[in-house]
T-cell receptor, first 109, second 111 residues
Framework: ELKVEQNPLFLSMQEGKNYTIYCNYSTTSDRLYWYRQDPGKSLESLFV?????AVKQEGRLMASLDTKARLSTLHITAAVHDLSATYFCAVESYDKLIFGTGTRLQVFP | DVKVTQSSRYLVKRTGEKVFLECVQD?????MFWYRQDPGLGLRLIYF???????EKGDIPEGYSVSREKKERFSLILESASTNQTSMYLC??????????FGQGTRLTVV
């Protein structure tokens, strides 16, 4: 059974600081996705990572995938308040799309 | 833009009722998914479908069934609603090996 674990579950960080969210998964897969969810809203796609070593960047967020280690990271650079949201990773395996528990990020001044 | 539409934003049903949650997508996606989202548990996959009339169980299918008679529509059915099925339900669709697009969610309360 595919399991996807994220850590930390909750992250409170000061504006301007850097931090990394980790996503580990239990079975072979080379397709991983990152999503953002704002309170009361649905999920919005951030990144699609489709091969080992894939790296994608958008603004202050950068995602990477290491399929050998079964690990993806979402790195936040110089956080700003607008990044406050819950971030989910999701792994695809045999057409199933399984999500991690999410990381709730709060950025304060 | 991809649009995934769920029939209701909020729903209140009584214990034992049969409940239908409808989801429609307009981008000819093969895959469709139903998840429930609960605090601290993330999104858990209930059922998914990769083609018309095809369905596969996810991680928590007990108490639910699904129907996909047309490519654009994927219905989630609670045969006899119970209070532990109170949750946010999210529908999503995708092309094969592409990111999923989500509907706005249905917050179901079973009383």
């Amino acid at each position: 059974e595919l399991k996807v674990e994220q850590n930390p579950l909750f992250l409170s960080m000061q504006e301007g600081k850097n931090y990394t969210i980790y996503c580990n998964y239990s079975t072979t897969s080379d397709r991983l996705y990152w999503y953002r969810q704002d309170p009361g809203k649905s999920l919005e796609s951030l990144f699609v990572l489709l091969s080992n070593g894939a790296v994608k960047q958008e603004g202050r967020l950068m995602a990477s995938l290491d399929t050998k280690a079964r690990l993806s990271t979402l790195h936040i650079t110089a956080a700003v308040h607008d990044l406050s949201a819950t971030y989910f990773c999701a792994v695809e395996s045999y057409d199933k799309l399984i999500f991690g528990t999410g990381t709730r990020l709060q950025v304060f001044p | 833009d991809v649009k995934v539409t769920q029939s209701s934003r909020y729903l209140v049903k009584r214990t034992g009722e049969k409940v239908f949650l409808e989801c429609v997508q307009d981008m000819d996606h093969e895959n469709m998914f139903w998840y429930r989202q609960d605090p601290g548990l993330g999104l858990r996959l209930i059922y998914f479908s990769y083609d018309v009339k095809m369905k596969e169980k996810g991680d928590i299918p007990e108490g639910y069934s699904v129907s996909r008679e047309k490519k654009e529509r994927f219905s989630l059915i609670l045969e006899s609603a119970s209070t532990n099925q109170t949750s946010m339900y999210l529908c999503a669709s995708s092309l094969l090996s592409r990111e999923a697009f989500f509907g706005q969610g249905t917050r179901l309360t079973v009383v």
